[in-house]
């Protein structure tokens, strides 16, 4: 096969992959619109940009929370991120920063995110989540902080640029 050509199985298990996002994507659209006709508060997405530039500014800075499974966290995360059950043990110790969830492709965030909103937490999903922030090249650590490059994209149909290592098990 000629070097810069897909073969036919990868390029099925990346429409595959595109297709499972927009349904993703689909699915928590209209799990939100039955959300605001119920009279709740809207969940708000922000993309990797608006992450980005957030953690970049002199703006009170997010609580990062990364809603993955141990064995996604034990592979990698964004720098700065607690986990989800750091975050539910003293929830009371972030009282007034708001909170980013991410995930994978923004599904379990969101759900994250809806609860918190909920209950009255200035929470938001960051809906390209850690396949958007490997997409745009951004730096991955593991759980000690350490740089790394290793990423679980919780099914490996999910495809991650080149410049990562998908690892599904530490």
Not at 24 to 43: D, H, I, K, W, Y
């Amino acid at each position: 096969m000629k070097k810069g050509t897909m073969s036919l199985a990868d390029c099925c298990a990346d429409h595959l992959s595109a297709g499972i996002i927009r349904l993703c994507n689909f699915a928590f659209a209209v799990v939100e619109s039955g959300r605001c006709r119920l009279g709740r508060t809207p969940v708000r997405n922000i993309t990797t940009n608006d992450l980005v530039h957030w953690l970049e500014s002199d703006e009170r800075s997010p609580v990062l929370v990364d809603v993955r499974s141990d064995a996604e966290l034990a592979i990698s995360r964004i720098s700065g991120a607690i986990t989800r059950k750091q975050f539910e043990s003293a929830p009371r110790s972030y009282s007034g920063r708001p909170v980013v969830a991410y995930c994978t492709v923004g599904g379990r965030s969101y759900l994250f995110a809806a609860k918190l909103v909920d209950s009255g937490v200035d929470a938001v999903n960051y809906r390209d989540s850690i396949l958007g922030w490997c997409d745009a090249g951004l730096p991955l650590v593991k759980a000690d902080g350490r740089p790394t490059t290793d990423v679980h994209p919780y099914w490996r149909l999910f495809k991650v640029p080149d410049s990562y290592q998908v690892r599904m098990s530490s």
